[in-house]
C-alpha cells in the first residue's frame, strides 16, 4: 500500500521536475521474473525506474541506509533490501534469488555505485550471478540526460538479452554482466542525440 501510494506521488513530483519520457516499457515482460539492470547516474535512479516501470521493483539499497531514522522504517515498505557493499552478501543474494523464485522484479545498478562522469563503468559480478542463478527475463535500461531540468529526462527498456549462446560457453558471472553492460551502452548510444 505504502509501494503504491509512494509510486504515484514520486511519479506526479518527478514528471513535473523532470518531464521523464519512458521508451521500450512493453520489453518487460507482464509475468515472472525479471531483471532490469540500468546504469547509475544519479540517486534518484532507483525511484525514477521504479516510477517507469508497469511493474513493481525491489531494489537492494546499501546497509547503512536502513540503519538512519525513518528510512530504516521507510525503505522496506518501498520493496527495498539491505546489501552490505565491498564484500559478498550471501544474505542478499538469497533474498535477491527468493524474490525471482516468486516471480517478483528485481532492480539492479550492475556498476556497484553512481558514475561520477556519467560514463557507463565496469558492471559488479552480481548482475551476472542473478541472471544465470534464476530463470528471469533480463532486460537492459537507460536512463539518459541529467537531472538540471534543462531537457527532458529519457527511460529507455532495452529488448530482453538472449544467453542462449554465452550460457553454451559456461561463463563466469563476470562475463555475463559484461553481456548486460554492452547491452545497457548499446542503450546509451542508440538513444543519445
Known amino acids: ?25 512493453e520489453n518487460i515482460p507482464d509475468q515472472g521474473p525479471v531483471i532490469i539492470c540500468s546504469n547509475h547516474i544519479s540517486n534518484f535512479d532507483p525511484p525514477v525506474v521504479g ?10 539499497a546499501k546497509e547503512e541506509l536502513f540503519e538512519k531514522k525513518g528510512l530504516g522504517f521507510l525503505l522496506p515498505h518501498l520493496n527495498a533490501f539491505p546489501v552490505k557493499r565491498g564484500m559478498r552478501d550471501r544474505n542478499a543474494l538469497r ?23 556519467g560514463q557507463l563503468q565496469k ?17 537492459p535500461c537507460a536512463i539518459i540526460g541529467s537531472y538540471d531540468r534543462s ?21 563466469r558471472a563476470q562475463d555475463v554482466t559484461d553481456e548486460i553492460m554492452a547491452n545497457i551502452q548499446s542503450l546509451l548510444e542508440e538513444n543519445t542525440k
Open 1 to 25: 500500500m505504502i509501494y503504491k501510494f509512494a509510486k504515484f506521488v514520486v511519479w506526479v513530483i518527478f514528471k513535473f521536475l523532470y518531464r521523464i519520457k519512458i521508451h521500450g516499457q
Open 51 to 60: 516510477i517507469t516501470s508497469p511493474r513493481d521493483i525491489h531494489f537492494m
Open 95 to 117: 533474498r535477491g534469488l527468493e524474490l525471482l523464485e516468486q516471480g517478483g522484479t528485481l532492480g539492479l545498478f550492475p556498476e556497484g555505485t553512481r558514475s561520477k562522469d
Open 123 to 139: 558492471g559488479l559480478a552480481g548482475a551476472g550471478f542473478f541472471a544465470m542463478r534464476s530463470n528471469a527475463t533480463v532486460i
Open 151 to 171: 531537457e527532458p529526462l529519457h527511460v529507455v527498456y532495452g529488448q530482453a538479452i538472449e544467453f542462449e549462446t554465452l550460457k553454451v560457453e559456461n561463463p
